[in-house]
């Protein structure tokens, strides 16, 4: 079995976030860039297909040559090749073309890719994807077992999850669940080193529409100051729910 794992390179969540050019580009001067945390767990669930049933793992990203570092964590992770498609990924769109080019001359099995990213969270990607090549798709994917050429996921709903039935070739938009927290790789020193030496092919970018663009950024208004009141000023602390906050 082929697997394409689809990789986001995205800021840490620590990270403090800052707009240039009229808040119109993030800036990313001092940002850490790490793996998405829900390619993190679909990549996790690559190697576990890797270990258990043999399943070759290639890793995808579409962005410039600072996105390479986030692809050879992923090497050191255990997966097997690596792909950078050299573009910027400007919106949605773009992006699905790149990989659904990638895919159809891969010839890949299952493409794991995360519901959403972490910066940008449009969760758009792996149904264009999937909507471009014709694959069958499970999005909000937390399971998946593949047996031959048919595959079971459970995806989460409103209230509970679904249990689906479906057939490769086969694209998922996977998050937490797909496996747990605690069986998250962390790159060891023997992977650091074998990742060096794996192979990271660099492709270039197919012709396509950028049909959206970002115009402006804007940050979440900076949080008021804590107002204390008396523990015996019931009077007060009710006069400011009603009067200031409007919320009773």
């Known amino acids: 079995m082929k697997i394409l794992v689809c ?69 050191a992770i255990g997966a097997n090749e690596a792909i950078r498609v050299n573009a910027e990924p400007t919106d949605g769109f773009f992006v699905a073309k790149q990989l659904a080019e990638v895919i159809k001359n891969g010839g890949y099995d299952l493409i794991i890719a995360g519901k959403e990213s972490l910066d940008y969270n449009g969760g758009m ?19 998946l077992t593949v047996d031959g050429t048919s595959a079971k996921a459970a995806r989460e709903i409103d209230g509970g999850k679904e249990i689906v039935s479906t057939s490769l070739p086969l694209i ?19 992977g650091i080193m074998t990742a060096r030496t794996k192979a990271l092919t660099v492709l270039e970018a197919v012709s396509a529409n950028n049909d959206t663009k970002a115009v402006k950024f804007e940050k979440p208004a900076p949080k008021s100051a804590v107002k204390l009141f008396a523990a015996d000023d019931l009077d007060g602390l009710i006069n400011a729910l009603h009067n200031e906050a409007k919320v009773i």
């Open 7 to 75: 990789i986001s390179h995205v800021p840490d969540t620590t990270s403090k976030i800052n707009f240039t050019n009229g808040d119109s580009q993030f800036d990313t001067n001092g940002v850490q860039f790490v793996i998405n945390p829900n390619d993190e767990f679909g990549l996790t669930r690559a190697i576990w297909f890797q270990e258990q049933q043999g399943a070759h793992v290639t890793v995808v990203n579409v962005g410039g040559p600072d996105t390479e570092p986030t692809l050879r964590k992923a090497l």
């Open 125 to 143: 990607v792996p149904g264009m994807v999937a909507g471009l090549l014709g694959y069958n798709f499970v999005n909000s994917c937390i399971d």
């Open 172 to 190: 998922i938009g996977g998050q937490k669940g797909l496996v747990e927290e605690k069986d998250l790789r962390i790159p060891n020193m023997r």
